[in-house]
């Protein structure tokens, strides 16, 4: 994994800004501690930090292709190519010589071979730039699923391009300004394709890529999801489904430095670990090494609450010892999630406010920072809730007739609602409900269906839409930002688009053909994992419950009052002072104290970043 940034510039000659491309380069430090590079021509010019994983003395970049002595295209590229060796071998059939064993290589050759058709060749995660030096035309791609982040900012005569806003903003040319439309993104949960936040920047969108010529920039979708008829019968449908998780974890193993599995003890986790333990096994490769994260004192004082029913610690050591797993339990000080260089740390690898998830940030951080004195790649689960249809949400009644994002009905709603403490008047004005009415119909517009698809086909299909368009994105951003500011690159085997495609079409009788949640993975996965996992309730990340978590950030919230923060004039002092004098609970929990996260969150971003806010 890596960090890539760039400059398309045609009325200007770039060569003359290669200290501001050198700036931009060096804030994508954290996402590439192993190696710099840089390359300038006079309308386009590239930035690169490398982390190694696959060839590590061959993978430099920005790799540039030659030929006849003539430089033909660069490329600056961030993520892994899991079908790079049968692209390769398809490549040289074709006349291509390789200099390397780079999945890198295999990227810019098939762009040399099939320009921006290549797209449609690679299986993976991944964000890249390619300047075509013959054209003067630059291309930005972005992985199907969006695992991998590509942001840009149009300027008067080209774009500005990064992994992450900080290599953007870098550049002078960028104003660090938020609007009302941006105000309103942070402050309700439901993440606009493409929209960035800051005022003029833009994510390029899952499944598409971006083109840039002197004539100006245009989009293009080479993927989405799509409805087919599913005509496999169960049983084939679960054997297709493991079938997929074999070769897809199989691929995924692939790596010249040490791996591992992050564990929680649920199901989509362990079945990535127990199949990793099993390709390993087969190749005599050794024990899966995996990882997991508590509190200290947690499983004396855990309390059952609304997001979570039971501790991960037990489910996590039955499924290490079934597969022989080399476990390491990372146990954190909920009084570290706290300390300034920590929160420092989470801001400074977000680019935004940390707003949702509160503590679930900082904990990440600090687990990543452990788990990267070990291994340099890691498997996750996500995906594999929004796919079979894992979260309380899938199953409530209500979220059937409701017109809203299913994790913003009643039941789950309250964790995400951080404005309590906000100003009445501002947030009139903002009319957070109407944004989030439009941003929902928007999204149901996208949904395809099957003709004559109705009743609760139709509607577990939407809400399946939703969860992989909308939701997803959010876990996949902040799993990351936070791995990646320690130099660790997660993988996502359940972000696979062939198993996507395959699963999102089949019927929701399917899915919960057993009377559970994600019938289908427990099914393909049974005979590998524990019964206790098999049979667990689906449990999100742990969250810390230690009151004197939430007294930190009362104590945070008051500095910030008495120093008249930046946020104070989007609060409601009345408001923030009778949350201040009111009681703490025995057992906090991530809903009890969202309305302290978020404004906090976003004084520290508006202070450290020192963003303009136009309302």
């Known amino acids: 994994m890596c960090g890539i940034v760039g400059w398309a510039g045609f009325d200007r000659d770039l060569t003359l800004e290669r200290a501001t491309l050198q700036l931009m380069t060096r804030t994508m430090d954290c996402r590439g501690p192993d190696d710099e590079g840089i390359w300038v021509d006079r309308h386009g010019g590239v930035g690169h930090r490398r982390l190694s994983v696959i060839d590590l003395e061959g993978g430099r970049q920005p790799m540039v292709a030659e030929q006849d002595g003539r430089e033909l295209a660069v490329l600056t590229f961030s993520g892994e190519v899991y079908n790079y060796r049968e692209l390769r071998s398809e490549l040289v059939s074709r006349g ?53 982040p590509l942001y840009y900012f149009q300027t008067g005569d080209g774009v500005i391009f990064a992994s992450e806003p900080k290599g953007i903003i870098a550049n002078p040319l960028v104003p660090r300004r938020i609007d009302t439309g941006g105000l309103r993104e942070l402050l309700d949960m439901v993440k606009t394709p493409e929209h960035a936040i800051f005022t003029g920047m833009h994510e390029v969108r899952p499944g598409h890529f971006v083109k840039v010529r002197r004539e100006g920039l245009t989009k293009h979708r080479y993927w989405a999801l799509e409805a087919r008829e599913h005509t496999d019968d169960l ?72 997001l979570r029913s039971t501790p991960d610690a037990p489910f996590v050591r039955d499924l290490a010892e079934h ?41 990440l951080l ?54 309590p403490l ?42 399946s839409y939703l969860n992989l368009t909308r ?38 009788a399917m899915k919960t053909f057993d009377g559970r949640e994600k019938s289908l993975l427990r099914a393909a996965t049974r005979d590998v994992l524990p019964n206790s996992i098999v049979e667990r309730v689906k449990a999100p990340y742990p969250s810390t419950q230690d009151s004197g978590y939430e007294k930190n950030l009362r ?12 946020v104070m004039a989007l609060l409601d002092a009345d408001r923030v002072r009778r949350r201040l004098e009111g009681p703490i609970t025995e057992n906090s929990t991530q809903i009890t104290r969202i309305d302290l996260e978020v404004p906090l969150s976003l004084n520290a971003w508006l202070d450290t970043y020192g963003v303009t806010v136009d309302t």
């Open 96 to 148: 291509h010589a390789f200099h390397t064993k780079s999945d890198t290589e295999v990227v810019l050759r098939a762009y040399l071979e099939w320009g921006e058709g290549l797209v449609e060749k690679l299986n993976g995660m991944y964000a890249f730039g390619i300047w075509d030096l013959r054209s003067e035309e630059l291309l930005l791609v972005r992985d199907r699923m969006g695992v991998k």
């Open 235 to 306: 049983d084939k449908t679960v054997r297709t489904v493991r079938d997929l998780l074999e070769d897809i974890v199989s691929r995924q193993l692939i790596s010249d430095v040490p791996l591992c599995s992050l564990l929680s003890g649920g199901l989509d986790s362990s079945a990535v670990t127990a199949l990793a333990a099993k390709a390993l096994a087969a190749e005599g490769a050794g024990p899966v090494r995996s990882f997991s994260v508590d509190f200290v004192g947690a499983a004396e004082s855990f309390v059952p609450d609304p």
């Open 323 to 363: 597969v022989a797993a080399d476990h390491s339990e990372i146990l954190l000080d909920s009084d570290d999630l706290s300390r300034p260089s920590v929160r420092a740390a989470v801001l400074a690898a977000t680019d935004l406010p940390p707003v949702w998830y509160g503590d679930l940030w900082p904990s």
């Open 366 to 419: 600090l687990l990543f920072r452990a788990v990267r004195e070990r291994s340099t790649v890691a498997l996750s689960g996500e995906s594999a809730d929004e796919l079979f249809g894992g979260y309380s949400w899938f199953h409530d009644p209500e979220v059937l007739t409701a017109e809203t994002f299913p994790w913003l009905t009643s039941t789950p709603g309250p964790f995400y609602d951080g404005t």
């Open 422 to 463: 906000f100003d009445g008047g501002l947030l009139n004005s903002l009319d957070i409900p109407g944004y989030r009415r439009a941003a929902y119909f928007d999204a149901l517009a996208e949904v395809p269906v099957l003709p004559g698809e109705t009743g609760l086909e139709r509607r577990m299909r939407e809400i």
């Open 471 to 508: 939701f997803l994105n959010t876990l996949l951003d902040r799993k990351d930002r936070m791995s990646m500011a320690t130099g660790l690159e997660v993988r996502v085997p359940f972000c696979d688009h062939r198993l996507v495609d395959y699963v999102f079409n089949a019927p929701w």
């Open 555 to 566: 104590d945070k919230l008051a500095e910030v009052v008495a120093a008249d923060g930046p």
